[in-house]
Nanobody, 126 residues
Framework: QVQLVESGGGLVQPGGSLRLSCAAS????????IGWFRQAPGKEREGVSC????????YYATSVKGRFTISRNNAKKTVYLQMDSLKPEDTAVYYC???????????WGGGRYDYWGQGTQVTVSS
């Protein structure tokens, strides 16, 4: 069965770094885009970054551009989110999700993403 498992979250001080991993199983990662999303308490889920399968195009939310980097290793069936210069407002549960095709989008509605991981907590605090 299709599974996405996030890891790498934790507590980090402002200005620090974390690398999240999204391990995929039950399908061929090469054929699907992957998105990273986050949800803070009391806030709506928002798109953080995504990477397409077609040409490896990457997209970032304005709030993380220049600080976060998404990448994929199809051989290892894993997508990564390198997060640098972390800020307290980056605190949230981070989810990865499978796009229903080769592309990707920062918008998760409308059934664009058909499978989701369980999430990993990222807390940025001194």
């Amino acid at each position: 069965q299709v599974q996405l498992v996030e890891s790498g979250g934790g507590l980090v001080q402002p200005g620090g770094s974390l690398r999240l991993s999204c391990a995929a199983s039950g399908f061929t990662l090469d054929y699907y885009g992957i998105g990273w999303f986050r949800q803070a308490p009391g806030k709506e889920r928002e798109g953080v970054s995504c990477i397409s399968a077609s040409d490896g195009s990457t997209y970032y939310a304005t709030s993380v551009k220049g600080r976060f980097t998404i990448s994929r290793n199809n051989a290892k069936k894993t997508v990564y989110l390198q997060m640098d210069s972390l800020k307290p407002e980056d605190t949230a549960v981070y989810y990865c999700a499978r796009y229903s095709g080769y592309g990707c989008s920062l918008h998760w509605g409308g059934g664009r993403y058909d499978y989701w991981g369980q999430g990993t907590q990222v807390t940025v605090s001194s």
